[in-house]
């Protein structure tokens, strides 16, 4: 099954996607089947879907099990690759993309509120809390867009584990993070980072939000596509 672009922006029309909406979307381009134009056509499609007045943002995660105390991360914004699949890795790329930077849990979007979202992200005390893009997004209302990924891939989740100080979550002791931004300066941030190795289960939350409306669901070609309320998920 071949995908065009007018069948990703039907879909995400008809899941309720508007002009001027924000959107936080978690992507799987080989989910589809064959995307005619690749991962270039999902962009263009998500930013037709949302127009000038809306916002796309794509998680440009670099965080890994070995960061920590003894393994300072160190994040080039301009040059730090993402492990999040081909869709934000050509995004953060274009011209009109900016990256945030936080040094295991950036963001990059494309829209008029894109500097306010990311503003900060560096000084956030941990990677999805109340000064991160993640909450930003929720409060002004926007929505997780899952494009052939489950639950597992939402990190906006952390962010509620974040706001419930849950014990599991982040490492106890603060790591002094080196990040290069846009004009090559050296910044240093002491942030909690996250504690990998803890068996999640996400996706049980999927039945009790669609039951709740907080979630809807459809399909394009072979992907399974999911539309969720940012803040009513975290709430």
């Known amino acids: 099954m071949t995908v065009f672009f007018s069948d990703l922006l039907n879909t995400f029309k008809s899941i309720g996607i508007r002009e001027g909406d924000t959107l936080l979307v978690h992507s799987s381009l080989s989910s589809f089947g064959y995307v005619e134009g690749g991962a270039q056509t999902v962009i263009e499609a998500l930013l037709a879907s949302v127009g000038t007045n809306g916002n796309v943002f794509v998680p440009t995660l670099t965080g890994k099990p070995s960061d920590g105390l003894t393994n300072p991360p160190l994040f080039d914004v301009r040059n730090s690759s993402c492990w999040t699949g081909r869709i934000p890795s050509d995004f953060m790329k274009l011209s009109q993309a900016k990256r945030s930077l936080h040094p295991t849990h950036s963001v990059a979007g494309i829209g008029h509120l894109i500097d306010y979202l990311i503003k900060g992200h560096e000084d956030s005390l941990t990677p999805c809390g109340k000064d991160s893009p993640y909450i930003k997004m929720a409060e002004i209302g926007s929505y997780i867009l899952l494009l052939g990924v489950t639950m597992d ?4 989740i952390h962010s509620a584990e974040e706001l419930a100080n849950v014990p599991y979550h982040l490492q106890k002791e603060k790591t002094e993070c080196a990040i290069i931004d846009y004009d090559g300066n050296i910044l240093k941030r002491s942030l909690y980072l996250h504690q990998w190795g803890t068996p999640r289960y996400f996706q049980k939350i999927e039945e009790p939000l669609e039951n709740l409306h907080i979630l809807t669901q459809t399909k394009c070609g072979n992907s ?9 998920m975290i709430e």
């Open 224 to 232: 399974v596509i999911r539309l969720i309320k940012s803040m009513p």
């Open 153 to 156: 891939s939402n990190t906006t």
